[in-house]
Each structure stands twice: as C-alpha cells, then as structure tokens.
C-alpha cells in the first residue's frame, strides 16, 4: 500500500450499481470515498446492501456498473499474485464468519498470518494476544464448530486483524453480542484503527455509533445517505 | 524457507485428512509401474536374446548354375531392392565343395568318387540385425525364391519366425502396459487430489479470500503428486527387483532360463522409469489443481 499517506485514499467508489440475478437491485449508484486512517460507519437496515458493499471492497462479487479503488487499485483488476498481495492486507469479519468449523480457534485465526509466512513464533504470540483482548483465551484449543454465534464471530474478527491489515472490514461485528464483549470488540478495532489501519463497520446495532465522532452513512434501498460528518479528521 | 515450511505443513495436513486415498492412488501407481516394468524387462530380454540369434541368422539360396559376374551384379541388386543387407556372399559350387570337404574332416575320401560341382552355388544373404528386418524373414524368403534362377531358399529355423512375432507380441504389450500406467497415474492422482480439494473446499476457498497465493494454494497438492509419483514408482521398481532376484534364484542353474541371460534394467532405466512417473502424477495433480484454481 504505497503511496497512501495521512491523507491518502483508502477507498474509491464511483457510481457502483450492484445488480443480482434476476433483477435485485442491491446497489444503486453508489459514490464513496473513505480516507485512510478513518473509522467509517455504514449503517442501513437488513437487506439495505451493506454485505453487498463491503463484498465488493475485498473483490468476493463484482459490480454491475461503476468504479471501485482500493489503495489505488482497481481491486477488479487485479490478478493473480497481486491481488492475492492485495489481500493480505485487507482484513475481512465476513457476516456469517467463514470459520473452519474441524479446526481449532488458534489455527483459525492463525491462518490469515499463514498465508503471507510469518514466523510461527509471531503468529502464536499474536494469536494468544487477540484471544486475550476479545475474552476468548479459554478457548484457544476448542474447535470453532463446537462455539456459541458469539465466541465463533469474535474468532472471524481476531483473523480479520491478525495480520495487521491496512483496511479493515467488518459485517454486523456486534450482532450476536452482550454489551461487555461488544464493548472489547469496539476496543479493538479502536486500536487498529489507531494504529493507522482504516475501518469499514457495517452494522444496524446503533448502540456501536451512537456516541462515535467518526462518520456515519446509511444506505437505504441502494442508495447511500449521510447520516452524520465525522468530527475528527 | 517461511515458503517451504507453510508447503510442508499443508501437505501434512491434507496426508492426515485424505491418507486412505492417498494410500490407494500409491498402491495403483506403484501396481502400474510393476505391470508395466515387468513386461519391458521380459521386452528387453527377448531383445537381447533376438540379438544372439540374429547373429546366427542368414538366409542360404540356393541357385540353379553358378552365377556369371553380372548375374551376381543383378542378383545383388534385386536383393537390396526388397531390404538393406548386412552382407552378401557368393558361393560358388567349388566353394560348396570345399567347405562340403572341410566339414567332413578326416572322411572327406567319401567326396573322392563325387564331381567338384555336384553342389549347387548359393548366395549367403545376412540380413541387418535389427528388429524389423528379422522379422520379416519369411518375406523375405519367400521373395528370394521368386528371384529367377533360385532352386529353394533355407533359413535358420521356424521358431526364429515365431520368436520374432512373439516379441512384436510383446512389443505390443508393451505400448499397452505403458497406456495403462499413464492413465492409472494420471488419472487416479487427479481423482485423489480432486476428492482432497472436495474435502476442503470451504478451507480453500477462504485461503483464496484471505490472500493466500496460487502457489501457496497449488504447491503441496504439487508436492503430493511427485510423492506419490516418486514413492509409487520406487515400490513398484523394488517389488519387480524383488521377483526378478526370486526367478534367478529360483531358476538358477542348467535350465530354460540359463540358455538365455536374463539381466535386470540399466541404472539408467530404473532413474527414466521413476522420472517419466513422477512427472505423470505432478501433470494429475497440476491439472486438478488449475480446474480449481480456475473456478
Ligand atoms: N447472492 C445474492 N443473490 C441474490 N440476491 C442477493 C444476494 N446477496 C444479497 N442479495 C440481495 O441483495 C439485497 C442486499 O443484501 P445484503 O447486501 O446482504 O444486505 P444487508 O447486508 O444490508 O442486510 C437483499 O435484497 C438481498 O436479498
Ligand atoms: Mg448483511
């Protein structure tokens, strides 16, 4: 992710029209731009197209119409190598987690560390790290189909970050939480937005933006409004 | 070498997962180089015995009268015009005669009373030593005695003409063992790693999304294809080693295999065989792998 600085551009949509078969119009005409560094809230009911969005940003399905940029590459582009590079370095807590359900929580989140090499040592301490921060350290050797919705969606978040993504996405992190986990899960990705890594939160729990600074858009039948201008940049 | 060791830890974990399939492909592989190790070393060996023979063989035709310098010019010409000849010899009836006397040794008095031509001449024909050549023998020998002025034609015996369509026999064979093998590999390697990729498709399709590279994704199926290909190869060489040392062992001595030496494969031979397997078990594996990768 060269040349994106403080103030560089993370994220550039250009009138993107997604369109399924036969004729669900998931998205209409949608124009985003999200800096890098920000903590961005897309908000918008269920069935309002926020899955749909974040799945296009990480290349899972294609746009009907329109422009998507990633760090500055179109990411519908990319083949190959480069976008498997590409990435790597963006971080997905996919809606319905996407976990190895015969593998253990420790090798589920290892995994995304894994695939760009790091070092075994790393990706154990790091592991144990994330598990301590999202109160799942018990469960570091429990296979992930034998967890409750709650404890398998923080395992999806903690591989979302492991690799210290630059972007980070996630869908409905909160829905299957109580308010203290929701709250160590906010901690989080507080600190990796701190960090310098931007995020993507789609979500319907208000309880997560009601009191943030950070922008918020809301997307309704298609189409993208604002709800409230960030306060900080 | 963080590469090399992500490749190996893939590869352990699809040996774990699928190791009763993968266990069967080694079995066919290795069953498939044996079938058809075995038939090229009963091939080669024929060969070598047909070589043994072949020195021995030529074709004696026998003439009406001694042929002038050019009858033997338009002879010589009419037989190079069915094949290539190693050689072609003149005989002519006093020669006859002399060797007639030499091979009687101390009876040649018998000849004493005989003219010095009541032998016919002949022309000595030494066909190529090669395969083709000698197995078309009786062709040949019918041609030469349509050749005018010829009275018969002799050659070596029957079972020369039989030997030779049992090794075309086996040649065939051969060819058919060598199929076998090729698709056996090819074909059971792919199916086995297509059910490892069935088994895991949820795994691969997430390493996908997460970043994970081709090669990360494709290298230890790949690697898994040369094993199989390496180690089912090296069995089947090492069982037939084992059958053939048995044979000997067994049929050492004064009998029907002691006439003919039988001799295992080259070093060579061994290594060709063992190479040309694993790379048919990488080509199964690769071309599994890309219909996935593709998807
Ligand atoms: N794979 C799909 N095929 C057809 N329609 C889909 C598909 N995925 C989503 N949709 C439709 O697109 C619309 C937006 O869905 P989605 O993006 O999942 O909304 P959200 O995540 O905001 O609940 C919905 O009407 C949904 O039914
Ligand atoms: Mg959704």
New binding site residues.
């Given amino acids: 992710m060269t040349g994106h600085g403080e103030n560089g551009t993370m994220i550039e949509m250009i009138k993107v029209t997604k369109t399924?078969?036969p004729d669900?119009k998931?998205l209409s005409d949608v124009s985003l731009s999200i800096t890098t560094g920000e903590m961005f809230f897309l908000i918008?009911?269920?069935?309002?197209?926020?899955?749909?969005?974040l799945?296009l940003l990480c290349n899972m399905e294609t746009p009907s119409n329109g422009l998507i940029e990633v760090a500055g590459k179109d990411i519908h582009r990319v083949k190959g190598r480069h976008l498997a590079r590409l990435r790597q370095k963006i971080g997905v807590a996919y809606?319905d987690f996407k976990l190895l359900t015969d593998r253990t929580v420790a090798e589920n989140v290892a995994i995304s560390m894994e695939v760009s090499y790091k070092k075994p040592q790393l990706i154990k301490k790091r592991v144990k790290d994330l598990l301590e921060q999202l109160a799942l350290s018990d469960k570091h050797n429990t296979v992930t189909g034998e967890l409750s919705r709650g404890e398998q969606q923080r395992v999806a978040l903690a591989r979302a970050v492991a690799n210290s993504p630059t972007l980070i996405l996630v869908?409905e992190p909160t829905g299957n939480l109580d308010a203290g986990t929701t709250e160590k899960v906010m901690q989080l990705l507080t600190k990796c937005n701190n960090s310098g890594a931007t995020v993507v939160i789609?979500t319907h729990d208000h309880s997560i933006y009601r009191n943030t600074h950070h922008r918020i858009m809301e997307?309704r039948y298609?189409k993208l409004h604002l709800v409230r201008e960030g306060m900080v940049s | 070498m963080s590469f090399w060791f992500a490749v190996l830890r893939q590869a352990g974990r699809n040996l774990r997962q699928t190791w009763p399939s993968q266990f069967m492909t080694l079995l066919t592989v290795s069953l498939s180089v044996l079938i058809f190790a075995f038939f090229f070393l009963v091939y080669n060996n024929m060969l070598n015995v047909g070589d043994k023979l072949g020195d021995d063989l030529r074709l004696i035709v026998y003439l009406e009268e001694e042929p002038g310098p050019e009858m033997q010019a338009q002879l010589k010409r009419k037989i190079l015009a069915f094949d290539e000849v190693d050689e072609i010899r003149f005989i002519s009836k006093t020669d006859a005669y002399q060797r007639f006397s030499e091979q009687l040794g101390e009876n040649r008095d018998v000849l004493d009373d005989m003219p010095q031509d009541f032998l016919p001449a002949s022309v000595e024909v030494v066909p190529l030593k090669n395969l083709s050549s000698l197995s078309q023998v009786k062709n040949f020998s019918d041609y030469l005695s349509k050749l005018p002025g010829t009275i018969k034609v002799q050659y070596g015996q029957d079972w020369i003409e039989r030997f030779y369509y049992f090794t075309r026999l086996l040649s065939i064979i051969v060819l058919l063992s060598g199929g076998l093998l090729i698709l056996t590999s090819v074909f059971m390697v792919s199916y086995t790693i297509r059910l490892t990729i069935l088994g895991r498709q949820a795994e691969l399709e997430l390493l996908k999304l997460v970043g994970a590279t081709n090669n990360y994704i494709r290298t230890p199926f790949l690697l898994e294809g040369l094993l199989q290909g390496l180690i089912g190869s090296t069995a089947g060489i090492l069982s037939l080693y084992g059958l053939f040392h048995w044979v000997e062992l067994k049929f050492a001595g004064p009998g029907i295999l002691s006439i003919f030496e039988f001799t295992f494969f080259h070093p060579q031979t061994v290594v060709t065989i063992i190479a040309i397997s694993i790379v048919l078990c990488a080509v199964g594996s690769y071309s599994s792998m890309q219909k996935f990768l593709r998807i």
């Fill in positions: 399924y078969p669900v998931a918008g009911m269920s069935g309002a197209g926020k899955t749909t969005l799945k809606q869908d789609a997307l298609g």
